[in-house]
């Protein structure tokens, strides 16, 4: 048996399909209620284009991924847990789906929502 290297092709993933997962990962998690934006200007803009990547920034440098994630949390959480809950589960569904290492992941709270309780 002979070990013959063959190179079929580059794969290339998107900083737009590393954001959408998490942007859903962080969605899914127990505690966020919403995305929020970077800034004010990005805020208008996802309003009217409804973008998934919405409250997510991706940073690549060819070896290591850095993301910043923008949330809303619920009122009465424990901050500290759901953030941390959230950096690990992106963390760990963007190296199981791209296979890329995450180097950091940055949970910024940008607000917190009271549900309504009927």
Not at 21 to 41: E, H, R
Not at 53 to 78: P, W
């Amino acid at each position: 048996m002979t070990d013959e290297n063959k190179t079929l092709g580059n794969i290339l993933v998107s900083h737009r399909a590393i954001a959408t997962v998490a942007c859903q990962t962080a969605l899914s998690s127990y505690g966020v209620v919403g995305m929020a934006s970077k800034n004010l200007a990005n805020g208008i803009a996802n309003v009217l284009l409804k973008d998934p990547t919405n409250g997510v920034e991706v940073r690549y440098d060819g070896s290591l991924v850095d993301l910043d994630i923008y949330v809303v949390l619920e009122y009465g959480t424990r901050i500290k847990s759901v953030a941390s809950t959230i950096a690990h589960q992106v963390q760990y569904q963007v190296e199981t789906i791209f296979g890329l290492k995450v180097n950091r992941v940055n949970i910024h709270v940008r607000g917190l929502r009271i549900s309504d309780i009927d």
